[in-house]
Every structure is written in C-alpha cells, then in structure tokens.
C-alpha cells in the first residue's frame, strides 16, 4: 500500500536530483516504473473486485 506513494516521492525527488547530476536518470526511470505497475494493479485488482465479485459480499 506504500508502494506507489514511495514511488511517487522517488520519482518527483529524482526529477531534481538528475538536474544537480544526471546519474540519477536512471532513478527517475525506475521509479517511474515501478508506479506505472503500482498503479495498475491497483486498477485491475479495483476492476476485478467490481466486475468478478460475489453480489452483496462485503470485505
């Protein structure tokens, strides 16, 4: 659950520290990723729920 937040922050705070030295490309790439899948997990695992789950169950 912390996952796409920690990847946010990395990805925006990599942002800035590429500007000071460009070695840090490669952290905005990662994090970028690494948000891209944390997002849409949490968009498949949402629309499995809604599309696949049991009628009137709850949890």
């Known amino acids: 659950m912390l996952t ?3 990847a946010l922050f ?3 705070l990599s942002w800035w ?3 000071l030295w460009p070695g ?3 952290l905005t ?3 970028g990723l690494a948000y ?3 997002g849409t997990v949490m968009i498949v695992v949402s ?3 809604m599309w696949f789950g049991k009628p009137g169950a709850r949890g």
């Open 17 to 19: 520290l590429t500007k």
């Open 36 to 38: 891209g899948v944390a």
């Open 47 to 49: 629309l499995r729920q």
């Open 29 to 31: 790439m990662i994090s």
């Open 10 to 12: 990395a990805d925006t």
């Open 4 to 6: 796409p937040f920690l």
């Open 24 to 26: 840090f490309a490669w």
